[in-house]
């Protein structure tokens, strides 16, 4: 039963755009101040958890933070930056191809790695199409990233087609996690006119102006995470530009 995938589905059928918050299991953080989090972005409107990191994420630490999260009834989805990240705890995974890596390793032998346990762990997959347009940030570095130029948004086009044709049902463009810079508006823009793909967006946003700008130029996900650690009330009010752009 493909529980998640038709959750979000069907809010985007519907017309709404979606946010998902990001948590990072590698970051200090304790239960009651993790609770209180959770509880604040779901009121605000969030409509699910991703949870996951670049570094550092140990399958025990993923579990208690997935734990936590999931008593606010909102999905937990696995974003992973590599095995490590997955648990049971969660309800479904971004199974994801880095589209643009140079690392044989990402395109898809850590997916042939970690099929056997989302299998094993009941998780849903979700199946993405992950692109990384920045060089300068940590996921860019880990993944051996080609750098997307920011003045052709063909090239994303292109990714995005091919993960279409190949069954993916997700396309996740990002910035990069504390990225300087959005993900460029042309970019969701043309994912969203020439394919019937899912877009999600991520890094980069720190005010309400930004969320709007991306999520009326074609994204129907829009992803924080470190605005949500460094000024919760800002990341609330992210939220709500989302849900009413």
Do not use: W
């Not at 998902?20 to 699910?48: I, S, W």
């Not at 490590?84 to 997916?111: G, H, I, K």
């Not at 997700?170 to 823009?189: D, K, N, R």
């Amino acid at each position: 039963m493909r529980r998640v995938h038709e959750y979000i589905s069907g809010k985007i059928a519907r017309g709404e755009k979606l946010h998902f918050t990001l948590v990072d299991p590698d970051k200090p953080f304790t239960r009651e101040g993790l609770e209180k989090t959770a509880r604040l972005m779901a009121e605000a409107g969030t409509d699910a958890f991703l949870i996951g990191g670049s570094i550092g994420v140990t399958p025990e630490e993923a579990g208690e933070v997935a734990g936590v999260l999931k008593e606010t009834g909102l999905p937990v989805i696995v974003f992973p930056g590599n095995i490590n990240c997955l648990t049971p705890r969660a309800d479904a995974v971004l199974f994801m191809v880095l589209m643009n890596s140079n690392e044989p390793y990402y395109l898809m032998m850590a997916q042939v790695v970690a099929a056997p346990l989302v299998k094993k762990y009941g998780l849903e997959p979700l199946p993405t199409g992950y692109i990384v347009v920045y060089p300068d940030t940590a996921v860019s570095h880990m993944g051996r990233v080609q750098p997307i130029p920011v003045g052709k948004p063909e090239v994303v086009l292109a990714y995005a087609l091919a993960g279409e044709m190949m069954g993916f049902k997700y396309i996740y463009l990002e910035a990069g996690s504390g990225s300087q810079q959005t993900v460029p508006l042309s970019f969701p823009a043309m994912v969203k006119k020439y394919t019937s793909l899912i877009t999600i967006v991520g890094g980069g946003i720190r005010s309400p102006e930004q969320a709007r700008e991306m999520v009326r130029s074609g994204a129907d996900v829009l992803v924080t995470g470190t605005i949500v650690e460094r000024d919760p009330e800002l990341a609330v009010k992210i939220v709500k530009a989302v849900k009413s752009p």
